[in-house]
C-alpha cells in the first residue's frame, strides 16, 4: 500500500479509537431528577459517604467504613470501586447465590461483608434510596446484562500476576513506607484512613479479603491521591493486610429476622 493510503489508516484508525474512549468515558449526570425521586437519590448519596453514622444506614453496619472508603469518591471515582453505569449490569447472574440478583440484592451484600453488618430488609428506605443513587449514576448507559457475574462495566479488573509470589514479608516494609501514617500501625485506623483489619474492618466474606481482589484495587486505589504502586507492591501488601486478624463470615449472623427480609413500599399520602 502506499504511504499515503497507510497514513489515511493510520488516522482513521486513532480517530475511531479515539472516538470509542470519547463514548465509553462516563461521566455524573449534571442535575438530580426533579421532585421526591430527586430528593431520594441525594438521600442515597448521603447514606453512600455516612454509612456508619447515618441513623437510616447506622444499625445495618458493623465496622467503622461507609461505602465511599472502597467505592471512592461516594463511587464517582472512574476506576476505584466506580459506580459509574454499573446499574446497567442488571438484573445478573451471581455464581455465589446460584441465582440471578438485582442491583438492590448487590448493594445488600455490600452490607454483610464488606460492612461486616446486618442485610437491610429489600425495600427499605435504606436500600431503595442507596440503590436509586447508583442507578441514577448510570444515566444514559445501555442495558448490558451480566450473565457470567454481578459486576459492572466498570469494575476493577483483576491484575495479571502469578499470586505464589505475593509476599507478605516485603508487603510489611511496603505498609510501612507508604499506608501506616494514614492507616496506623496496628492497622486500626486514623483520623487519616479507615481501619484495614480487626474488629472493625471488612470481613474474611467481603471481595477485598481475597488478595487478588485487594491488590487490584490498591493498584488503582492507594495510596489515595497517589495511586503508585508496582503490581509487586500492591500484591505483597495485600497479602500482608490479608494476613492479620479481621471478623469471620457466617451468613445466618448476617441475615435479619425472616419477617424483616423484605418490606412493602408503602407510605400513606399526607392528608
Ligand atoms: C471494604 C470495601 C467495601 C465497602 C465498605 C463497600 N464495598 Fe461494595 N464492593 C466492594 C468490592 C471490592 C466490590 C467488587 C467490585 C469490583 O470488583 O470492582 C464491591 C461491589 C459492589 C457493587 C457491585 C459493583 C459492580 O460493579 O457491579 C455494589 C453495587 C456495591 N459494592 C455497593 C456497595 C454499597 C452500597 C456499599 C455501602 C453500603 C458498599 N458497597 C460498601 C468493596 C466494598
Ligand atoms: C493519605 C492517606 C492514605 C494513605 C497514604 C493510604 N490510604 Fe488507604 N485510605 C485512605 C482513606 C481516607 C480511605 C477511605 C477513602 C474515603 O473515605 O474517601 C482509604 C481506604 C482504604 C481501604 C479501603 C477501606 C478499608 O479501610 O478497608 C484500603 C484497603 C486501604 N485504604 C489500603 C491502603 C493501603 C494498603 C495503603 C498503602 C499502599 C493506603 N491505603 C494508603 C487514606 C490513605
Do not use: T, Y
Given at each position: 500500500m502506499s504511504i499515503h493510503r497507510f497514513l489515511l489508516c493510520v488516522c482513521m484508525v486513532t480517530a475511531t479509537s479515539a472516538w470509542l474512549l470519547a463514548e465509553e468515558e462516563p461521566t455524573v449526570p449534571n442535575a438530580y431528577p426533579a421532585g421526591p425521586l430527586g430528593e431520594v437519590v441525594r438521600l442515597g448519596e448521603q447514606l453512600v459517604y455516612e454509612t456508619k453514622d447515618h441513623p437510616l444506614s447506622k444499625p445495618f453496619v458493623g465496622n467503622q467504613l461507609n461505602c465511599t472508603s472502597c467505592h471512592l469518591d461516594g463511587g464517582t471515582h472512574p476506576d476505584a470501586g466506580s459506580f459509574l453505569q454499573t446499574a446497567a449490569a442488571y438484573p445478573a447472574w451471581s455464581p455465589r447465590e446460584n441465582r440471578v440478583i438485582t442491583l438492590e440484592d448487590r448493594v445488600l451484600n455490600c452490607f454483610m461483608r464488606s460492612q461486616n453488618g446486618i442485610r437491610p430488609p429489600n425495600g427499605s428506605q435504606v436500600s431503595v434510596a442507596i440503590t436509586t443513587y447508583i442507578t441514577w449514576l448510570s444515566t444514559?448507559?445501555?442495558?448490558?446484562?451480566?450473565?457470567?457475574?454481578?459486576?459492572?462495566?466498570?469494575?476493577?479488573?483483576?491484575?495479571?500476576?502469578?499470586?505464589?509470589?505475593?509476599?507478605?514479608?516485603?508487603?510489611?516494609?511496603g505498609y510501612k513506607t507508604y499506608c501506616l501514617d494514614c492507616h496506623g500501625q496496628d492497622g486500626q485506623g486514623t483520623a487519616d484512613g479507615p481501619p484495614v483489619w480487626g474488629p472493625q474492618s471488612y470481613n474474611d466474606g467481603a471481595g477485598l479479603s481475597r488478595v487478588p481482589k485487594l491488590a487490584s484495587w490498591l493498584k488503582v486505589g492507594m495510596p489515595l491521591d497517589d495511586p503508585s504502586l508496582t503490581k509487586q507492591e500492591a500484591a505483597d501488601i495485600a497479602a500482608y493486610i490479608n494476613r492479620q486478624q479481621r471478623p469471620r463470615f457466617k451468613l445466618e449472623e448476617h441475615l435479619p429476622k425472616a419477617e424483616r427480609l423484605g418490606e412493602y413500599n408503602f407510605e400513606p399520602a399526607q392528608p
Open positions: 444514559g448507559s445501555k442495558i448490558q446484562m451480566n450473565e457470567k457475574k454481578p459486576l459492572g462495566p466498570r469494575h476493577v479488573p483483576e491484575l495479571e500476576f502469578d499470586w505464589s509470589k505475593a509476599n507478605p514479608v516485603q508487603g510489611k516494609e
